[in-house]
């Protein structure tokens, strides 16, 4: 088990253990899909490389539990204009 996980830290820092567990399984299929490590001298252990990413505030789940690289602009669809 990771050390990490055993730290109460990790689970304040996201907001629960059900956020951490979401956040943790979102991650790591983003990694598994060709996502690049936002960490410096990434270790080649997946689950390693999400929790040094939450650690040091590179990713967070945003308010619909999507996981957002902190500074990322989010995507915000144009309203339609019905005034014409």
């Known amino acids: 088990m990771h050390e ?3 730290e109460e830290e990790i689970v304040k820092k996201v907001g629960g253990r059900f ?7 979102k991650r790591l299929v983003q990694l598994n899909r ?4 936002l960490i410096a001298n990434a270790p080649s252990d997946k689950m390693e490389i999400v929790l040094q990413e939450i650690l040091q505030d590179k ?4 308010s619909s539990s999507e996981v957002r ?4 602009m ?3 669809m144009d309203e339609p204009d ?3």
């Open 74 to 76: 989010p995507i915000v």
């Open 59 to 62: 990713i967070f789940l945003d």
């Open 69 to 72: 690289i902190t500074g990322e």
């Open 34 to 37: 060709g996502s690049r490590p």
């Open 19 to 25: 956020k951490l567990s979401t956040l943790i399984q």
């Open 4 to 6: 990490e996980l055993k």
């Open 82 to 84: 019905f005034d014409d």
